[in-house]
């Protein structure tokens, strides 16, 4: 995906060739244009005494019908390209609520009796009482305007009780700065950059304890249990096999898994200014490069290969020798999913049943397994989108009008332009029609068409990222305690 930033008119857009419909275009406006050359050269005067060919209704209605036929494929391309954005989003959505579900099932386990913050519930006399739950710093409107009357200042009017004026706005505004949360680590936001490598819910290094456990009260960092680990490690096992089935339909070719590291930089939106591409033998010039995407010739299943080995997916825990071997042994994009599918269904009842989800009801821990089957239904949908190619008579039959408007648009314009007038207009206009056939075949293949396909790596570090966060446990406000009366 070409992650572009707005600017006056968008004019430093027009400068980017790889990727770009416009400079593709300009091939058939060059050729175009040289027909409109000898045209005018040789048969100007024979072409404007034939009525018939040179009167506009002639041309005008076979252009109308191709801009019917044009606009037709542009829209359901577009289509595809927003219905596969839909089904990514809506099976990772899926596959993260079955593992962030799971962690909160296993967090009430027996295994968490001694760390495992008190309930409301086992304490049912506190409910009688009128209290409040109370948060660090919190400070409620009536200290802040005393905080405001102590320092001096004059208090302002209120209108109504609920209305506040701007001048108390203002006055307010440096008190309230002392209750802000920032949700975001300061280095996270450089060049979308994410290098918070000291959070305690994970262990980068991969060292695990025995049992797993938490204790409390420790101050070495927590490590998650292995089962959280294992968890984690299926949900992303299974999203990234099916991103990279989804990326590469190619049987036999290898689709590169390595292992997620928490901390890294974000990969990039756009694949050509991703650094790793040459660190992993995947070399291109600028030149070579966007001459092979003009030519349409980027794209041939050796390409592609080096550029899938070139941007591999991660996964949290890495992939062993025995999970590559038997998902090299499945044969075909729906099968390998289907077997990381099923192993993730196998840990979930084996775990249940040996009590790592604790007392949590059967029907209750079938919504784990509810949410891992929708999102196989949206990979499903998405595999149609990747394998089910643009309908070939559609396809066929617009490019053959793209090639007619060539020889079509010359006439025309010999006939009722002047050389220089009729030179740009004609060049324009084929850009035009050209144009937007090419658009429509960059959005048919959401997933593979580089560099406008959809960052599927960026998804998968999303997914990862978030499912560290299974690993934090308890709310870290739950803890509190009943002072009896004495």
Not at 202 to 215: D, N
Not at 370 to 387: T, V
Request: proline share 6%; net charge neutral.
């Amino acid at each position: 995906m070409i992650n572009y930033r707005d600017g006056y008119c968008a004019v430093h857009t027009l400068f980017r060739v790889n990727g770009s419909a416009a400079y593709k275009s300009i091939l058939y406006s060059l050729v175009s244009t040289v027909l409109y050359y000898f045209m005018d050269l040789y048969y100007e005067e024979d072409l404007q005494d034939d009525e018939k060919l040179t009167h506009p209704y002639t041309i005008a209605a076979l252009v109308a019908a191709f801009i019917f036929l044009l606009s037709s494929k542009v829209t359901f391309s577009y289509n595809r390209y927003w219905e596969a954005c839909t089904a990514l989003h809506s099976m990772q959505s899926k596959w993260l609520d079955a593992g962030s579900t799971l962690a909160a099932y296993h967090l009430q386990s027996s295994a968490y009796e001694s760390v495992r913050p008190p309930c409301f519930g086992e304490h049912s006399d506190i409910s009688d009482l009128l209290l409040e739950r109370e948060r660090s710093d919190e400070t409620t409107p009536e200290e802040k305007i005393e905080r405001i009357k102590t320092s001096g200042e004059s208090t302002p009017r209120l209108s109504f009780g609920k209305f506040l004026s701007k001048e108390f706005k203002n006055k307010c505004k440096r008190v309230r700065q002392s209750d802000l949360r920032s949700i975001n680590h300061p280095s996270s936001s450089k060049k979308g950059h994410h290098r918070n490598s000291s959070r305690t819910f994970w262990s980068p290094s991969g060292t695990l304890p025995v049992e797993g456990v938490p204790t409390s009260g420790s101050d070495r960092e927590l490590l998650p249990s292995l089962f959280l680990q294992e968890s984690a490690h299926l949900v992303s096992l299974l999203s990234a096999v099916a991103l990279s089935t989804l990326r590469n339909e190619i049987e036999g070719v290898e689709a590169p898994l390595s292992e997620f590291v928490p901390g890294n930089a974000w990969p990039t939106f756009n694949s050509n200014d991703d650094p790793k591409l040459k660190h992993y033998g995947y070399r291109q010039s600028w030149l070579i490069r966007n001459l092979r995407y003009i030519f349409d010739i980027s794209r041939t299943p050796k390409e592609r290969a080096a550029y899938n080995m070139a941007r591999p997916f991660h996964v949290i825990g890495g992939v062993s020798e025995r999970e590559a071997y038997l998902l090299q042994q499945a044969r075909g994009a729906l099968a390998k999913v289907a077997l990381v599918n099923m192993w993730f269904n196998e840990f979930v009842i084996r775990e249940h049943l040996h009590g790592s989800t604790g007392n949590v009801g059967p029907p209750i821990i079938s919504r784990v397994q509810q949410y891992q089957s929708d999102g196989f239904l949206w990979y499903n949908s998405a595999r149609k989108l990747s394998y089910i190619p643009f309908p070939f008579p559609h396809s066929q039959i617009t490019t053959l009008f793209v090639l007619l408007i060539m020889f079509l648009i010359p006439v025309l314009m010999i006939s009722f332009a002047s050389f220089w007038l009729g030179l740009l207009v004609n060049f324009f206009t084929v850009t035009l029609f050209a144009g937007l056939n090419e658009v429509s075949k960059e959005l048919e293949y959401p997933y593979r068409c580089m560099p406008n396909d959809l960052p599927l790596n960026i998804f998968q570090a999303h997914l990862n990222e978030a499912l560290l966060t299974t690993f934090a446990g308890y709310h870290p406000d739950s803890y509190w305690e009943v002072i009896p009366d004495t």
